[in-house]
T-cell receptor, first 110, second 113 residues
Framework: KNEVEQSPQNLTAQEGEFITINCSYS?????LHWLQQHPGGGIVSLFM???GKKKHGRLIATINIQEKHSSLHITASHPRDSAVYIC????????????FGKGTRLSVIA | DGGITQSPKYLFRKEGQNVTLSCEQN?????MYWYRQDPGQGLRLIYY???????QKGDIAEGYSVSREKKESFPLTVTSAQKNPTAFYLC????????????FGPGTRLTVL
């Protein structure tokens, strides 16, 4: 079974700072997911990536398949970015349901 | 609008009662999932269904039951056998099972008194 580790668990930043959240997993995968959970509980998918880098607005996700590691970056952070960011990977190397990390709670202070 | 709906948002039940949580999607997705979220823990898979009339247990299926009689609907019953049912329950769907992008409902917060 894939094991997912995220760091840090909690992160407080000043508005405008560059944010990095890390995710490591134990079993080779076809794709990794980054999700965002808002304070009300709703979850939205941010990225699904299998190699290289993806960018959406101020969010950038990178993945290193060989090192089994991914990072989520937020440029010019804003208080509205405050949320829990979750990394998820398939259960194993096959076409299986996702396993989720415990999440990183980000607070951006104005 | 396409999406996933869960109802109700908050649910209170007495200990020993069964309770059914609703999940409906109009995205025409084949796969549907139920997750449980507890404070400080990641989402844990309860059950998932890849196709109508078929479903598989996840990591924590004990004390729960599901049905998938229609493509759009995947209700979850929390039975009295579930030892600690108070939690936040999330339903999701994807085009296919596996590593596909999942779309989540707003969740139901269940409190057992």
């Amino acid at each position: 079974k894939n094991e997912v580790e995220q760091s840090p668990q909690n992160l407080t930043a000043q508005e405008g700072e560059f944010i990095t959240i890390n995710c490591s997993y134990s079993v080779g995968i076809s794709a990794l997911h980054w999700l965002q959970q808002h304070p009300g509980g709703g979850i939205v998918s941010l990225f699904m990536l299998s190699s290289g880098k993806k960018k959406h607005g101020r969010l950038i996700a990178t993945i290193n398949i060989q090192e089994k590691h991914s990072s989520l970056h937020i440029t010019a952070s804003h208080p509205r970015d405050s949320a829990v960011y979750i990394c998820a990977v398939p259960f194993n190397s096959g076409n299986t349901p996702l396993v989720f990390g415990k999440g990183t709670r980000l607070s951006v202070i104005a | 609008d396409g999406g996933i709906t869960q109802s109700p948002k908050y649910l209170f039940r007495k200990e020993g009662q069964n309770v059914t949580l609703s999940c409906e999607q109009n995205l025409n997705h084949d796969a549907m999932y139920w997750y449980r979220q507890d404070p400080g823990q990641g989402l844990r898979l309860i059950y998932y269904s890849q196709i109508v009339n078929d479903f598989q247990k996840g990591d924590i299926a004990e004390g729960y039951s599901v049905s998938r009689e229609k493509k759009e609907s995947f209700p979850l019953t929390v039975t009295s056998a579930q030892k600690n049912p108070t939690a936040f329950y999330l339903c999701a769907s994807s085009i296919e099972a596996g590593g596909d992008t999942q779309y989540f409902g707003p969740g139901t917060r269940l409190t057992v008194l």
